[in-house]
């Protein structure tokens, strides 16, 4: 597709349960990242890919969260053992690095996450 | 420690007078500085943002923003606001080089009144 793909769009889920959000880039975006958004709050960033670097997974709030990136592509994002407090949107953007970027990041629409 | 500052959590205007959201930064050196705007149910979209060069930045929807390194400020302004412009803004910004992690403010919410 034309833009950054989220999906599912909304979640409900029981707590205590895995799920999994899965991100679907640009095509050619080398940079990926995801970020929480709780309702009123910004954004808070969780984890960063760049290409084969190791991942920058220093906003990750615990380690029930996790996030992997299959081929430099599609990354999944996955929380264990949900709480009540993960209920939140997840929004996942990508970037191009290459020459002539732009620094922009293109969102998608998000993954709205809840935990009852 | 490096942070942005949005300072107004929630703005109302009447539609058709101007706007101005305000942006603090505080970094080491100039950052990039970006302004993205969050429409209701809607992934963000970029508005504008500074590199380098002239400090007064177009960008899409009549949008505008200048970089005032004395204030450490990027306002973003409009001169006439439409009801479509309701939403939410949030101001970013990232250190120069190769380390792209943003900092975002904590935004501002804007709502237009007919």
């Known amino acids: 597709g034309a833009g950054v793909s989220q999906s599912p769009s909304n979640k409900v889920t029981e707590k205590g349960k895995d799920v999994e959000l899965r991100c679907d880039p640009i095509?050619?975006?080398?940079?990926l990242y995801w970020y929480r958004q709780s309702l009123g709050q910004g954004l808070e960033f969780l984890i960063y890919?760049?290409?084969?670097?190791?991942?920058?997974k220093s906003g990750l709030p615990s380690d029930r969260f996790s996030a992997e990136r299959t081929g430099g592509s599609v990354s999944t994002l996955t929380i264990q053992r949900t709480q009540q407090e993960d209920s939140a949107v997840y929004l996942c953007?990508?970037?191009?690095?290459?020459?002539?970027?732009?620094?922009?990041?293109?969102f998608g629409e998000g993954s709205r996450l809840t935990v009852l | 420690a490096q942070s942005v500052t949005q300072p107004d959590i929630h703005i109302t205007v009447s539609e058709g007078a101007s706007l101005e959201l305000r942006c603090n930064y505080s970094?080491?050196?100039?950052?990039?500085l970006f302004w993205y705007v969050q429409s209701p149910g809607q992934g963000l979209q970029l508005l504008l943002k500074?590199?380098?060069?002239d400090t007064l930045v177009q960008g899409i929807k009549g949008f505008e923003a200048e970089f005032k390194r004395s204030q450490s400020s990027f306002n973003l302004r409009k001169p006439s606001v439409h009801w479509s412009d309701a939403a939410e803004y949030f101001c970013?910004?990232?250190?120069?080089?190769?380390?792209?992690?943003?900092?975002w403010g904590l935004g501002t919410s804007l709502a237009v009144n007919p």
């Open positions: 953007a990508s970037s191009f690095t290459g020459t002539g970027n732009t620094g922009e990041l293109f």
């Open positions: 095509s050619g975006h080398t940079a």
């Open positions: 890919f760049q290409g084969n670097s190791a991942p920058d």
């Open positions: 970094y080491g050196a100039t950052p990039y």
């Open positions: 500074y590199f380098s060069g």
């Open positions: 970013a910004a990232r250190n120069a080089g190769n380390n792209r992690k943003l900092i």
